[in-house]
């Protein structure tokens, strides 16, 4: 009877179905994060971003976007400050809080509809000027698909240098620390 109505979604009874799978979820990478020395602050920041890829890859379809530095280096105060008892708590907490489901942006959306036409029009108009005649051995399989992966990557960069999170503030933040 029980296995029946964990299949139908009941999960426990007084626990919902999204509590229980946030308690596995929580679970099982705490358990990991525990099992390693953790005493400065880059094995924190290195366990949290191993974390985070452990969840990434075990829920197909569904990405979570990481937290910036600066939440973990506050979780982490706050993880050294508490006792051996609460540095779960603080965790789950700090899990809780900061796992945003990654959401597309219009800008990225737009670019992955329109690219491949736009792509092909190129390739089309560019068959006839001659500095460029050599578009014409690429086939349309691999030019259309290929320009759209670009587009979305610099759609992707572009976004993340609006957010000010561009490479080269990450990259003077790790060297500041």
């Not at 509590?19 to 094995?43: C, H, R, V, W």
């Not at 942006?105 to 050599?134: C, S």
Request: charged fraction near 20%.
């Amino acid at each position: 009877m029980g296995t029946m109505m964990s299949l139908m979604g009941m999960g426990k009874v007084g626990m919902p179905p999204s509590a229980q799978m946030f308690n596995m979820l929580t679970g099982t990478p705490y358990n990991q994060f525990l099992d390693k020395d953790i005493k400065s602050f880059e094995a924190f920041h290195s366990a949290i971003l191993d974390i985070f890829s452990i969840i990434n890859s075990a829920l197909p379809g569904k990405h979570y976007d990481v937290p910036r530095r600066k939440e973990i280096e506050i979780c982490f105060k706050k993880w050294q400050e508490s006792s051996e008892s609460e540095r779960k708590d603080v965790f789950v907490n700090f899990v809780k809080e900061q796992v945003h489901l990654s959401k597309l942006d219009n800008f990225t959306l737009i670019a992955g509809v329109v690219t491949p036409p736009a792509a092909i029009a190129a390739k089309k108009a560019g068959e006839n000027v001659p500095q460029i005649r050599f578009i014409k051995a690429i086939p349309d399989v691999i030019f259309v698909p290929s320009i759209t992966v670009l587009a979305l990557i610099s759609a992707k960069l572009s976004r993340k240098m609006m957010q000010g999170n561009s490479a080269l503030e990450m990259i003077q933040g790790n060297s500041a620390s």
